[in-house]
């Protein structure tokens, strides 16, 4: 109840506003019946009251709205909404679109909010609808197209938000680099289930058309790279993705080495290891790279490498890898304990999430190119620190 009285404030704040306007003296008049606003204050108190479907009732019914009203009822939808209370908005909203309009920018407003709880509820297809309405009336129109490609990306229609991301280039001048580069990522991934390998080229090759620095698509024809044996043009594109993104090196840190191993070039091997030395590294990098240390020269060169890397960039989980070399080395009294340490290490380092979006914070385990949270891409990154990489 309380939660509800907070999020009224705003609406409280334009009854308030609207009662002074009208007893402040002379006002001009409205074809307005006199009861509309003793129904506003009737509806304001059933919703204090927790009464909100009453509320509705009164709202709905008033016969004519004004704009005071109009932005008054947009406001209580949208408090609906935010409290994922979708029937509730979709009622007021709709109201409004079929009482006012639809000429007018009250119209074109609660349309717009009403496209809103349909793709808050789920409903893509009705969202779908009103959103093209609006961009057949010419209003709302940057916003319409932004929401519709939205509508098409829950629905991983990459084809049709390609279509409309060039539409909306011509129209409102928004070139949405980043975004096509991951459709055509995902047209390329797509065809990579089917076995299509050629198709899946030819979509890297429009990602880095639209999006030169396209970490992602450079990692699967990387990948792509590797399957047909190229292995220098596959380290050739992992490179390049640790140019434009070194915070991406622990996604390419494997197979960089794996291709520099099948080229049996050593020399050429030694020499990135020994840049990897010379840099702050995340514990995958140091990790992998040890491995392949211990590979080429042996476990004393690769321990005496991951000491020095640690030292340099500490993290829970490089002290726990450092524990577990400890304990093998560990006298029979010290064993239990150094057991439990890593045991305490294990569980903190289980339960922290590997990575987290920069715009809504939303954490996860592993790489997303696009944030199941908000839907924003690029967004999720590495985390970095102790308690990451």
Same mark, same amino acid.
């Given at each position: 109840m309380? *939660?509800?009285l907070w999020?009224?404030l705003?609406?409280?704040f334009?009854?308030g506003?609207?009662?002074?306007?009208?007893?402040?003296?002379p006002q001009?008049?409205?074809? !307005?019946p006199i009861? *509309? &606003?003793?129904s506003?204050?009737?509806?304001?108190k059933?919703?204090?009251?927790d009464? /909100?479907d009453?509320a509705?009732e009164?709202f709905?019914g008033i016969s004519?709205v004004?704009?005071e009203?109009?932005?008054?009822q947009? +406001?209580?939808g949208?408090?609906f909404r935010?409290r994922?209370?979708?029937d509730r908005a979709?009622r007021?909203h709709? *109201?409004l679109?079929?009482?006012?309009?639809?000429?007018t920018p009250?119209n +074109?407003?609660?349309l717009?909010?009403?496209a809103?709880?349909?793709?808050?509820?789920?409903?893509?297809?009705? +969202?779908?609808?009103l959103?093209? /309405?609006?961009?057949?009336? =010419? $209003? #709302?129109?940057?916003?319409?197209y932004?929401?519709?490609?939205?509508?098409?990306?829950r629905?991983?229609?990459?084809?049709r938000a390609?279509?409309l991301?060039?539409?909306?280039? !011509?129209?409102?001048g *928004?070139?949405?680099?980043?975004q096509m580069? #991951?459709?055509?990522?995902?047209?390329?991934e797509s065809a990579l289930?089917?076995n299509?390998? &050629? @198709?899946?080229r030819?979509?890297l =090759?429009?990602a880095?058309?639209?999006?030169?620095?396209?970490?992602?698509?450079?990692?699967l024809r990387?990948n792509? +790279?590797?399957?047909?044996?190229?292995?220098?043009?596959?380290?050739?594109?992992?490179?390049?993705?640790e140019k !434009?993104?070194?915070?991406?090196t622990?996604?390419i840190?494997e197979?960089?080495?794996t291709?520099?191993?099948?080229? !049996?070039?050593?020399?050429?091997?030694h020499a990135?290891?020994? $840049?990897?030395?010379?840099?702050y590294?995340?514990?995958?990098?140091i990790?992998t790279?040890?491995?392949m240390?211990e590979r080429?020269d042996?476990p004393v060169?690769? %321990? $005496?490498?991951?000491? /020095? /890397?640690?030292l340099k960039r500490?993290?829970l =989980?490089g002290?726990r %890898?450092?524990? $577990?070399?400890e304990?093998k080395?560990?006298?029979?009294? &010290? @064993?239990?304990?150094?057991?439990?340490?890593?045991?305490?290490? %294990?569980?903190?380092?289980?339960?922290?999430?590997?990575y987290?979006?920069? %715009?809504?914070?939303?954490?996860a =385990?592993?790489? #997303?190119?696009?944030?199941p949270?908000?839907?924003s891409?690029?967004t999720?990154?590495?985390v970095?620190?102790?308690e990451? &990489?």
């Amino acid at each position: 109840m309380l *939660n509800l009285l907070w999020l009224l404030l705003p609406v409280a704040f334009v009854f308030g506003w609207w009662g002074g306007r009208r007893s402040g003296g002379p006002q001009p008049s409205y074809p !307005q019946p006199i009861d *509309n &606003e003793s129904s506003y204050f009737r509806g304001l108190k059933y919703l204090i009251n927790d009464q /909100q479907d009453k509320a509705i009732e009164l709202f709905v019914g008033i016969s004519e709205v004004d704009q005071e009203m109009a932005d008054t009822q947009l +406001a209580l939808g949208n408090l609906f909404r935010r409290r994922g209370e979708f029937d509730r908005a979709i009622r007021i909203h709709q *109201n409004l679109v079929e009482r006012t309009d639809p000429k007018t920018p009250i119209n +074109a407003n609660a349309l717009l909010e009403l496209a809103n709880d349909y793709m808050s509820s789920g409903l893509l297809d009705r +969202a779908e609808e009103l959103f093209r /309405q609006l961009l057949k009336r =010419k $209003q #709302h129109m940057e916003t319409a197209y932004n929401e519709l490609i939205r509508v098409f990306e829950r629905e991983s229609d990459w084809e049709r938000a390609i279509q409309l991301a060039e539409e909306s280039q !011509q129209i409102t001048g *928004n070139y949405r680099r980043v975004q096509m580069g #991951h459709y055509f990522c995902e047209l390329a991934e797509s065809a990579l289930e089917k076995n299509d390998n &050629e @198709r899946a080229r030819d979509y890297l =090759k429009k990602a880095l058309r639209e999006n030169p620095v396209s970490a992602r698509a450079n990692i699967l024809r990387g990948n792509l +790279a590797m399957e047909r044996k190229d292995y220098q043009r596959a380290i050739e594109c992992f490179t390049e993705v640790e140019k !434009q993104s070194p915070e991406l090196t622990p996604e390419i840190i494997e197979p960089l080495l794996t291709s520099y191993c099948e080229l !049996q070039n050593e020399t050429a091997l030694h020499a990135y290891i020994d $840049q990897v030395r010379s840099r702050y590294n995340s514990y995958s990098v140091i990790k992998t790279t040890r491995k392949m240390i211990e590979r080429l020269d042996g476990p004393v060169e690769a %321990d $005496q490498f991951f000491k /020095q /890397q640690i030292l340099k960039r500490p993290s829970l =989980k490089g002290l726990r %890898d450092w524990a $577990q070399g400890e304990l093998k080395n560990s006298k029979p009294g &010290e @064993r239990e304990k150094v057991a439990v340490i890593i045991k305490m290490l %294990d569980s903190v380092v289980e339960d922290k999430p590997g990575y987290v979006c920069t %715009d809504c914070g939303f954490k996860a =385990k592993t790489l #997303h190119w696009r944030c199941p949270s908000c839907g924003s891409w690029d967004t999720v990154r590495t985390v970095i620190g102790a308690e990451g &990489e």
